[in-house]
């Protein structure tokens, strides 16, 4: 286990001068607050605070942050509070523990709300202090490095994905690239454990003449350096394991396609060294054309700088080759803390400020996007740009994603530019509006008075403002017209029962209504009446309890007013955001077992349809009839899933297959299995399972069947 001394070393390395009295007083309150509690590994809970300040040192961070990593998680664990380590501590510790606390202590009713909760809270106290993040960053780095001691696989995977999905590309886009690399290769282990170990055997199978071939070139770049009188550092690498599946995913590449597992660095003095430098490799080796990126004249939004080349190798294969100062490649190893000198009592100057402007975007586009979906597609938009640099008529750079056009580019500028964007000049000549950028372009964007988005804008923009902007004008026109339609409803349905609506509606009688139905606006309550979500008759019955109920044709009350005589039996798994007696069916498409993420689309006549998240099918469906829906705690009954195989045909295969369902308790529903002419067999078969975790067991069972070379499950 790391000791305080261990990091106090840390401290003094790159600090000799560091107040550490913060931290030692740190160390001593976490010990005290947190003695008696254990980790998931059997060790006692102080090992994870001071792991977390340990990582925060390898960052070079301030003492403060290095105090905070050891506090962060008192406030949420133990009795301490915030105004105990105010007292403490300092304002400035404090603030930062609130701003950790409030991220860990949300509750939301489904796993995507929660996630998107999560990154809410992370962003904004991000754009506050991004010491919080830095923290965030390493307490889930050290959480993924102990995620085998979690017993439930799902509860791995799940933790695994959210990390790939949200903290690696954070890491990556503050530029801190080695607990990026880190937290993809992990979590990649845990996501995908076979490709994982494919990968790594194929790599460790060549490492000897990989090693050779480094060496080779290593020693031919700095005969070639020292030729020419530029000093430098010269070094080789392997690509991380997640990186090389990326690319073979992507590009559909095999193992051996992939050219460049190992990349060159060569790190010099100054800039002009480094285009001096890259004449020199170029005069050695072919360049490949179109591989070379300057990232020195066009940095990425994270601050980073390099040049980056492909050029054919000694022995005709492409190889990588990175070119950067020693202060390039202390920004690039370590990111936002590189830019933040903490110790000296300074904040990011304006270069930074600007490289981190993403975040605010982030926060402006958090607060216009009410729906969970929607906001983590925006966040995933920021999070993974492939950039490409492009000017305003006044010569001033915008950096954008690739695949940008003029309406991405226009809410760059400003939100009333894109809203009243009408047409586009690209280099001087008129050019469609999803027309897509290129590095270099100049753009002038033509506006109209009165003009408005268009809801065709969201099939071809790129850029999260832009995407949330055109939604909320989108909502804001469609919250417009159902006001007016629910207005039409209620009036309609209150005359009935000798109730004026126009009276009652500003009363405090109806203000309390839309709190109990989790609205914090009468207007947001009449809104859902004319989407369809809530109807008349349960507003009047909130007013007369005794009244006698109308009969009402909506969406909902197509299937909620008439129950059902027999329910499938599955259906008792499943709960509709508090609703009872509904017509559930799972949607035969994507098959969804207990431990998967799904959403609830209702339908005519036919009750609410369950689908996976993220099934294509689903996504296809007007979201207007998305509702909340999540497993319970302890689903009846058994969910059936498809399962694709291909194996070797053999005899005896499928009398093997049926006795290792029948031991898993997996019992077969349906079967279609082909021969094929080079002798194997290829097909499906449909069987029901508990869970996740069963389907999973039984997978993992399958797999051991010699005769099987590939099974996986089947989704559309």
């Known amino acids: 286990m790391i000791r305080i001394t261990d990091i106090l070393d840390k401290i003094y390395d790159y600090y000799p001068d560091a107040d550490s009295d913060i931290v030692d007083r740190a160390y001593i309150f976490s010990a005290k607050v947190h003695d008696g509690q254990l980790r998931l590994s059997g060790e006692p809970y102080l090992s994870h605070p001071l792991e977390v300040a340990s990582i925060l040192a390898d960052m070079r961070l301030d003492t403060t942050s290095i105090a905070c990593g050891l506090l962060h998680d008192v406030v949420e664990d133990t009795h301490a509070t915030v105004e105990d380590i105010e007292k403490m501590f300092g304002p400035d510790a404090a603030k930062i523990i609130e701003g950790l606390t409030k991220i860990s202590k949300l509750s939301f009713d489904t796993a995507k709300a929660h996630q998107a909760g999560n990154i809410r809270k992370m962003i904004l106290a991000m754009a506050d202090d991004l010491r919080v993040i830095l923290i965030k960053l390493a307490d889930r780095l050290h959480n993924i490095r102990t995620l085998h001691y979690h017993k439930k696989e799902s509860k791995k995977r799940f933790i695994a994905q959210e990390t790939l999905d949200i903290y690696a590309p954070i890491a990556s886009r503050l530029g801190i690239f080695w607990i990026k690399n880190e937290l993809e290769d992990i979590s990649f282990f845990h996501t995908h454990p076979e490709e994982y170990e494919k990968i790594k055997q194929l790599v460790s199978t060549s490492q000897t003449d990989r090693e050779y071939y480094v060496m080779e070139v290593k020693n031919t770049i700095q005969d070639i350096m020292r030729h020419e009188g530029i000093p430098s550092t010269v070094t080789g690498r392997h690509k991380q394991y997640y990186s090389i599946y990326q690319k073979m995913i992507s590009q559909n590449l095999d193992f051996e396609e992939v050219y460049d597992i190992i990349a060159f660095r060569i790190i010099v003095d100054t800039i002009p060294q480094c285009y001096e430098t890259l004449g020199h490799v170029h005069s050695k080796w072919k360049p490949v054309?179109?591989?070379?990126?300057?990232?020195?004249?066009?940095?990425?939004?994270?601050?980073?700088?390099?040049?980056?080349?492909?050029?054919?190798?000694?022995?005709?294969?492409?190889?990588?080759?990175?070119?950067?100062?020693?202060?390039?490649?202390?920004?690039?190893?370590?990111?936002?803390?590189?830019?933040?000198?903490?110790?000296?009592?300074?904040?990011?100057?304006?270069?930074?400020?600007?490289?981190?402007?993403?975040?605010?975007?982030?926060?402006?586009?958090?607060?216009?996007?009410?729906?969970?979906?929607?906001?983590?597609?925006?966040?995933?938009?920021?999070?993974?740009?492939?950039?490409?640099?492009?000017?305003?008529?006044?010569?001033?750079?915008?950096?954008?994603?690739?695949?940008?056009?003029?309406?991405?580019?226009?809410?760059?500028?400003?939100?009333?530019?894109?809203?009243?964007?009408?047409?586009?000049?690209?280099?001087?000549?008129?050019?469609?509006?999803?027309?897509?950028?290129?590095?270099?372009?100049?753009?002038?964007?033509?506006?109209?008075?009165?003009?408005?988005?268009?809801?065709?804008?969201?099939?071809?923009?790129?850029?999260?403002?832009?995407?949330?902007?055109?939604?909320?004008?989108?909502?804001?026109?469609?919250?417009?017209?159902?006001?007016?339609?629910?207005?039409?409803?209620?009036?309609?349905?209150?005359?009935?029962?000798?109730?004026?609506?126009?009276?009652?509606?500003?009363?405090?009688?109806?203000?309390?209504?839309?709190?109990?139905?989790?609205?914090?606006?009468?207007?947001?309550?009449?809104?859902?009446?004319?989407?369809?979500?809530?109807?008349?008759?349960?507003?009047?019955?909130?007013l007369l309890p005794d009244a006698t109920p109308e009969k009402e044709e909506t969406l909902f009350?197509?299937?909620?007013?008439?129950?059902?005589?027999?329910?499938?039996?599955?259906?008792?798994?499943?709960?509709?955001?508090?609703?009872?007696?509904?017509?559930?069916?799972?949607?035969?498409?994507?098959?969804?077992?207990?431990?998967?993420?799904?959403?609830?689309?209702?339908?005519?006549?036919?009750?609410?349809?369950?689908?996976?998240?993220?099934?294509?099918?689903?996504?296809?469906?007007?979201?207007?009839?998305?509702?909340?829906?999540?497993?319970?705690?302890?689903?009846?009954?058994?969910?059936?899933?498809?399962?694709?195989?291909?194996?070797?045909?053999?005899?005896?295969?499928?009398?093997?297959?049926?006795?290792?369902?029948?031991?898993?308790?997996?019992?077969?529903?349906?079967?279609?299995?082909?021969?094929?002419?080079?002798?194997?067999?290829?097909?499906?078969?449909?069987?029901?399972?508990?869970?996740?975790?069963?389907?999973?067991?039984?997978?993992?069972?399958?797999?051991?069947?010699?005769?099987?070379?590939?099974?996986?499950?089947?989704?559309?």
Not at 372 to 382: A, K, Q, S, T
Not at 469 to 480: A, D, L
Not at 519 to 536: H, Q, R
Not at 683 to 706: E, P, S
């Open 289 to 542: 054309p179109r591989k070379l990126k300057d990232y020195i004249g066009f940095p990425k939004p994270n601050g980073y700088k390099s040049l980056h080349t492909t050029v054919i190798g000694p022995y005709g294969e492409r190889m990588e080759i990175q070119i950067r100062t020693h202060e390039m490649d202390q920004v690039a190893n370590s990111g936002i803390a590189a830019h933040w000198s903490y110790k000296e009592g300074k904040t990011l100057n304006d270069e930074s400020k600007s490289a981190f402007a993403w975040i605010r975007t982030l926060v402006e586009n958090q607060e216009t996007a009410a729906d969970p979906d929607e906001f983590l597609e925006n966040v995933r938009i920021d999070l993974f740009p492939k950039d490409i640099y492009v000017f305003t008529p006044t010569g001033e750079v915008k950096n954008l994603p690739k695949g940008s056009t003029p309406v991405d580019f226009a809410y760059m500028i400003h939100s009333e530019v894109g809203n009243q964007c009408s047409g586009a000049k690209i280099n001087g000549r008129l050019r469609p509006l999803q027309h897509q950028l290129q590095t270099g372009d100049t753009v002038e964007i033509i506006t109209f008075k009165g003009h408005h988005p268009s809801a065709d804008w969201l099939t071809f923009v790129k850029t999260g403002k832009a995407r949330s902007r055109i939604q909320q004008w989108i909502k804001k026109q469609e919250t417009e017209r159902s006001i007016s339609l629910g207005r039409e409803m209620c009036d309609k349905a209150f005359r009935k029962h000798k109730l004026n609506f126009s009276e009652l509606v500003n009363t405090k009688e109806m203000a309390a209504i839309a709190q109990e139905f989790n609205f914090k606006k009468v207007e947001d309550l009449i809104a859902n009446i004319g989407y369809g979500k809530i109807t008349p008759r349960q507003i009047i019955g909130k």
């Open 557 to 716: 009350t197509k299937f909620i007013s008439r129950r059902k005589e027999k329910k499938n039996k599955d259906t008792d798994g499943i709960v509709v955001d508090g609703l009872d007696d509904i017509l559930i069916r799972f949607g035969q498409c994507c098959q969804p077992i207990p431990g998967d993420v799904i959403t609830g689309y209702i339908t005519h006549g036919a009750g609410i349809t369950v689908h996976r998240q993220g099934c294509v099918n689903a996504l296809k469906m007007n979201p207007e009839r998305q509702i909340g829906v999540s497993w319970k705690e302890v689903p009846a009954g058994t969910f059936q899933v498809r399962l694709n195989v291909q194996a070797y045909d053999k005899t005896g295969f499928l009398a093997e297959l049926s006795t290792l369902l029948k031991q898993m308790e997996a019992n077969v529903v349906d079967i279609k299995l082909e021969s094929e002419k080079n002798k194997m067999v290829n097909g499906f078969f449909t069987i029901a399972v508990k869970d996740i975790d069963h389907l999973d067991d039984v997978i993992t069972k399958l797999k051991k069947i010699d005769t099987v070379k590939q099974i996986s499950r089947a989704f559309p």
